[in-house]
């Protein structure tokens, strides 16, 4: 059986793109404060713009749960139904 579940999590998405973006920038040096936050900035632009085709809206994602063959997956942007 396939069993499709919609999470929905506004601040959980955003504040996992900032975490992994700040320890990604945390060992960089030669920058002041100014400098990390508008980096921190862009590369959480980037970076959700990479996970676009999994998360809709910035907060939704659909994963598929297979009972037989015992998976799970993240269904691309397109899946929601």
């Given at each position: 059986?396939?069993?499709?579940?919609?999470?929905?999590?506004?601040?959980?998405?955003?504040?996992?793109v900032l975490d992994a973006v700040k320890?990604?920038?945390?060992a960089t040096t030669g920058i002041d404060?100014?400098?990390?936050?508008?980096?921190?900035?862009?590369?959480?632009?980037?970076?959700?713009?990479?996970?676009?085709?999994?998360?809709?809206?910035?907060?939704?994602?659909?994963?598929?749960?297979?009972?037989?063959?015992?998976t799970a997956r993240v269904c691309e942007?397109?899946?929601?139904?």
């Amino acid at each position: 059986m396939k069993i499709k579940i919609i999470l929905k999590d506004p601040d959980g998405v955003y504040d996992a793109v900032l975490d992994a973006v700040k320890n990604d920038l945390a060992a960089t040096t030669g920058i002041d404060d100014t400098e990390r936050d508008e980096l921190v900035s862009r590369r959480i632009t980037k970076v959700s713009d990479q996970i676009g085709k999994w998360v809709k809206y910035g907060e939704y994602v659909t994963v598929e749960l297979d009972t037989e063959a015992g998976t799970a997956r993240v269904c691309e942007e397109g899946m929601y139904e």
